[in-house]
């Protein structure tokens, strides 16, 4: 089966600070990736859609300047949160799909935490 | 607009008994998929089904089976004898056919929290 990774799985960082998170498909190519966040006793909700060597297309509300989006090849989306805020504490999850993967593969999520 | 409804928050059941999760769905689409995930306390979402609009076919995995019922925009998920290990929270998601960029966008439902009491 498709296998998507993240990291960190778990970062705690102090205000103000920037932090990055990689999401990585191991063994397919990932022509689109997605962000989402999910806080405590929440949904999931959508953040953002790259496409492999495109811009991010954010969702409304969230904001681009904040959350930076690269997805610079086939297997590797980052996002990083800039100056962080602990508002911004939540769970982030990435998931994958690709031309042979009509379906999205998630990885683990990554927990942040802002002091 | 698509909108997936999963109108129980919690339900708690003792083990052994069985439990049926709802979700209703909307969508304009003709062609979609429909897909249920687990998410443990960990954290982490885990597949268990992907049925499309064309296939109603109930579907009986092990324990887990699926009612999928295009006329009343339902898909329903039962857990058979559940066990403490089915305590988690579970998601129904609705997902358009591939259109380009954003394509197989999810869009969730709010989760059903289940707690299978020993």
């Known amino acids: 089966g498709a296998v998507v990774s993240q990291h960190p799985s778990r970062v705690i960082c102090k205000s103000g600070t920037s932090v990055k998170i990689e999401c990585r498909s191991l063994d397919f190519q990932a022509t689109t990736m997605f962000w989402y966040r999910q806080f405590p006793k929440q949904s999931l909700m959508l953040m953002a859609t790259?496409?492999?060597?495109?811009?991010?297309?954010?969702e409304q509300g969230v904001e681009k300047d904040k959350f930076l989006i690269n997805h610079a090849s086939l297997t590797l989306s980052t996002l990083t949160v800039t100056s962080a805020h602990p508002e911004d504490s939540s769970f982030y999850i990435c998931?994958?799909?690709?031309?042979?993967?009509?379906?999205?593969?998630f990885g683990p999520g990554t927990r942040l935490t802002v002091t | 607009a698509q909108k997936v409804t999963q109108a129980q928050t919690e339900i708690s059941v003792v083990e052994k008994e069985d439990v049926t999760l709802d979700c209703v769905y909307e969508t304009r689409d003709t062609t979609y998929y429909l897909f249920w995930y687990k998410q443990p306390p960990s954290g982490e979402l885990v597949f268990l089904i992907r049925r499309n609009s064309f296939d109603e076919q109930n579907e009986i995995s092990g324990r887990y089976s699926w009612n999928f019922q295009k006329s009343t925009s339902s898909f329903n998920f039962t857990i058979t004898a559940s066990q403490v290990v089915d305590s988690a929270v579970y998601f129904c998601a609705l997902s358009e056919t591939y259109s380009g960029a954003g394509s197989y966008q999810l869009t969730f439902g709010k989760g059903t929290k289940l707690s299978v009491i020993p």
């Open positions: 790259s496409n492999e060597g495109s811009k991010a297309t954010y």
């Open positions: 998931s994958a799909t690709g031309n042979l993967r009509p379906q999205q593969y």
